[in-house]
């Protein structure tokens, strides 16, 4: 198994036969994909993580591409990979719950909306959304502030972990074989017969090319020759409230989206608590993930107006994530055979929900520039940890402590997390390089007191798994 | 596995330990105390400066002083459990626990939340920014510092001016890391010899990516700035450990966000009683330790069969207190009441009223501070109207 986080890349005197840039959910589940092809395949990232970029900051829900644009490849692949994802999770042990989702109509002009997101659901293939009247959505949702007029139900949009998903990709696909370069930004791209890559640890030679590079596929695009589309950073803030808020709400509560705009959620999270946000601000710095005081204060507004109570509630986390925005209506996946290249370009939100889909989708796009696909096996399954609070965790699981009582020892107390899983995240096939990887692993010094409790604890596990 | 106690305590600081050890010594069956942490004692382990232990002796530093209470809880016959953790509730009087030897459902008949209190850390402070390391809070820079010998930073600020900051100051210099300001919103604090006080001041903004390069300030007047550091530690901003209390139903009073109760320190849910700074955030150890002693005659009065009593008049506060505990008037105060301003007065007068009848008004003898607690005498809770409308403190 090769992870690498320093140094000159291994160089084995072969090129690569496929080369994915960036290791976010998409390409961490293409790497997977190929895993299970006889080839040499590499997976890279500028920073020192999977899933670090605009992956870890994603809303979280696993959806149903009800109200995609109909007959675009989004739709599709959302669709396919819903599916697909689903089966994937439940073998993976990635936790995922079905709660549900409700566009709340606020207004006239939203009530008015619901009928024509029925029929585009329809048109989505999916034909479970029912448009519910005011007083069903309030005994659904008791807590819904005032003003409700009717929404629409989408039985089927679940709660999914983001972080666990991105990991179980890599961790599957290292396990088969893929080379994992981290801290490996690429720097520039000679295009031939292999593709050179300057990488910031030095050149990597390979044969194909996909770029899921996300913010940065763009600036990829351009180093060999193609300008299809720029991609701008959309801003999404989002406040994380505690688990203690867990109890107010039931569904996903999704904007009714206007003229306006995909506007503000409010969702319950795997983790047992909940979110509001994100906002949408179109910056210029791909690097400007900080929150602002404006984009909270606006958070606070639109949350109180959907859930006056979460408002009294603890805030946990507050966190900004970048999307991929080219000002495109759909996925921008290109394939230019002739380059033996493919771009995985404006993955939004939806990349999640899509990421197999698109994997397998890119795996026949490199199969028309020439890459051999035959003599595909399963590669062995992975068995994640879990995090998600409505499954067993070690803390609640009497045969695991007996067994070990390293999982009976809680280290951070807020999220239950116990010195096993710690010690386990700590030696895994991708193991965190920083306290924050470790926090997507594990949940550890995630909860409501930050470490003021843990954190130091938590801090000492990590420095002493480094040396 | 099933265990049955006649008292559960949870959470092994002062409070909770005080307590143990009055009923041990007093014969109350079975005593025990739940610590999550690997060592009991609470926050006072954890502060490595001198001052603690009874007058006219106060020299102990907190590790003694927490040392002590664990052995005379210990010795009074009280167990004491580290490393277990109260993760819910089986049943009103039933808590289940985890730790290394397995789950456990222990029952009680009187069961008491000493958890304690933490601080606010950034996040729940809404200040924005990046997520860089090496922003943090008091407890966390103590546990670093004095617990696990982990390196800090080399140019802290610290955000707050109350005791527990100037304490931080004190610790981060003493692990070599040097102090660059220590700000307050407020308009005057104590200061560090040697660190510059910012006043009326405010982090706006926390930037870094990957570690921490500094805060962006702003005065009330309006004026802006700079401070480089690669560490905060935001200090003070207590809010009670409260998560035990809610997953029981037991209702919080929403001033001091921790359990509502009465002089008793008896909570809304019968059987569960509430001490030290569980109820208040932070108060001195030694006021929580004698909060936890005072408890225990009500708690063994319950286990003899005393009735529950209803919940009676509320007592609430109104701008600029934020808040007071006890929380309802069941029966005559014992003990003084304490009360919280936000707002700091130099001649404060307390006045305490029922259904538009003044029961009570005094000029205090000091000034009222957002650090300090007041301490207004009980007796005339004797006055207020046991079935009549909320008692409301006001202080002008």
Redesign the interface.
Same mark, same amino acid.
């Given at each position: 198994m090769t992870v690498t986080r320093s140094g000159p890349l291994p160089d084995s005197g072969d090129p690569y036969d496929v080369t994915v840039v960036g290791a976010g959910v998409v390409g961490s589940a293409i790497a997977r994909a190929l895993a299970r092809l006889p080839l040499r395949t590499a997976l890279i990232d500028a920073s020192d993580d999977v899933g670090s970029g605009t992956s870890k900051a994603n809303t979280a829900i696993l959806h149903t591409g009800f109200d995609a644009v109909p007959g675009s490849l989004e739709s599709r692949l959302v669709r396919d990979g819903q599916r697909l994802l689903a089966s994937y999770a439940a073998q993976s042990g990635i936790p995922v719950e079905p709660v549900g989702a409700l566009l709340v109509a606020w207004n006239e002009e939203q009530l008015a909306a619901l009928p024509a997101l029925a029929d585009k659901a329809v048109r989505n293939g999916y034909r479970s959304a029912r448009i519910l009247a005011a007083a069903d959505v309030r005994s659904r949702e008791p807590q819904l502030g005032p003003g409700v007029l009717g929404a629409l139900h989408i039985p089927d949009e679940s709660l999914i972990c983001p972080w666990t998903t991105t990991l179980a990709y890599a961790t599957q696909a290292v396990r088969a074989g893929v080379h994992l370069h981290l801290n490996c930004p690429v720097l520039s791209v000679t295009p031939g017969e292999p593709h050179t890559l300057t990488t910031g640890r030095g050149p990597l030679r390979t044969r194909h090319l996909v770029n899921a590079a996300g913010l940065y596929a763009d600036d990829i695009d351009r180093f060999l020759g193609h300008a299809d589309f720029t991609v701008t950073p959309r801003r999404g803030q989002l406040i994380v409230f505690d688990e203690l808020a867990r109890g107010l709400l039931r569904h996903i509560l999704l904007p009714v989206p206007d003229a306006r705009g995909k506007g503000v959620l409010v969702t319950p999270t795997v983790y047992g608590n909940v979110m509001l946000g994100p906002t949408a601000e179109d910056l210029d710095d791909k690097t400007d993930t900080g929150s602002t005081a404006e984009g909270l204060a606006l958070l606070r507004e639109k949350g109180r107006r959907i859930l006056p109570a979460l408002l009294d509630e603890e805030v946990t986390a507050v966190y900004a994530g970048l999307r991929a925005a080219t000002g495109q209506e759909d996925y921008a996946i290109r394939a230019h055979p002739r380059q033996r290249y493919v771009t995985v370009g404006g993955i939004r939100s939806t990349g999640l929900t899509a990421s197999m889909a698109i994997a397998d989708h890119v795996v026949d796009l490199l199969a028309e520039g020439g890459l051999p696909v035959t003599g595909a096996r399963e590669p062995d399954p992975v068995r994640m940890p879990n995090l998600g609070e409505a499954f067993p965790r070690p803390y609640r699981d009497a045969a695991m402590i007996a067994a070990d009582p390293d999982y009976g020892r809680i280290v951070c107390h807020c999220e239950r997390v116990t010195r096993g899983e710690i010690r386990d995240a700590l030696a895994s096939t991708v193991a965190p390089a920083s306290p924050d990887g470790l926090r997507r692993r594990t949940r550890a010094r995630g909860g409501r007191c930050q470490g003021f409790h843990c954190g130091a604890a938590v801090r000492a596990l990590f420095e002493e798994a480094r040396r | 596995m099933d265990v049955r106690v006649d008292v559960l305590v949870v959470g092994a600081g002062p409070a909770g330990l005080a307590l143990a050890t009055r009923l041990a010594q007093a014969g109350a069956g079975r005593v025990e105390v739940l610590e999550?942490?690997q060592h009991a004692g609470g926050m006072p382990y954890h502060l490595h400066h001198g001052g603690f232990g009874r007058p006219p002796r106060p020299w102990l530093d907190g590790p003694a002083y927490a040392r002590r209470w664990v052995r005379d809880a210990v010795d009074a016959g009280a167990a004491v459990r580290t490393?277990v953790?109260a993760?819910g509730w089986a049943g009103p009087l039933c808590l289940e626990t985890?730790?290394?030897?397995?789950?456990e459902r222990i029952t009680a008949r009187a069961v008491v939340l000493a958890t304690g209190a933490? *601080?606010?850390?950034?996040?729940?402070r809404?200040v924005?920014?990046?997520?860089p390391?090496g922003v943090?809070?008091t407890? *966390?820079l103590l546990?670093?510092v004095h617990?696990?010998a982990?390196p800090v930073g080399r140019r802290a600020v610290v955000v707050g001016a109350e005791p527990v900051a100037r304490h931080a100051a004190a610790v981060l210099r003493g692990s070599g890391t040097a102090v660059a300001a220590m700000l307050t919103e407020h308009p005057y604090a104590a200061a560090v010899p040697g660190v510059p006080l910012l006043t009326r001041t405010t982090v706006?903004?926390?930037?870094g990516?990957g570690r921490l390069t500094g805060l962006a300030i702003r005065h009330r007047d309006g004026r802006t700035g700079l401070l480089g550091c690669d560490t905060v530690v935001f200090t003070g901003d207590w809010?009670p450990e409260h *998560?035990l209390a809610?997953?029981g139903g037991v209702p919080l009073d929403p001033g001091t966000r921790g359990p509502r109760v009465d002089a008793s320190f008896r909570t809304e849910a019968p059987g569960v009683f509430a001490v030290g700074n569980a109820l208040h955030g932070i108060e001195r150890a030694a006021t929580a330790a004698r909060e936890g002693a005072a408890a225990a005659a009500p708690v063994l009065a319950h286990l003899e069969g005393a009735p529950w009593p209803q919940p009676g008049p509320a007592l609430e506060v109104r701008a600029p207190l934020l808040w007071v505990t006890p929380n309802r008037i069941t029966g005559t105060a014992g003990r003084p009441l304490l009360l919280r301003s936000g707002a700091p007065l130099t001649a404060p007068v307390v006045t305490a009223t029922q259904d538009g009848r003044t029961l009570w008004r005094r000029r205090l003898a000091g000034p009222a501070s957002p650090s300090r607690s007041l301490r207004v005498p009980p007796r005339w809770t004797v006055r207020a109207d046991r079935t009549g409308g909320p008692v409301v403190l006001t202080l002008g």
């Open positions: - | 999550r942490e490393g953790t993760t985890t730790g290394p030897a397995g789950l933490r *601080e606010r850390p950034r996040s729940a809404l924005p920014g990046s997520r390391q943090m809070t407890g *966390e546990r670093s617990q696990h982990l706006t903004e926390l930037r990516r809010i *998560e809610r997953r």
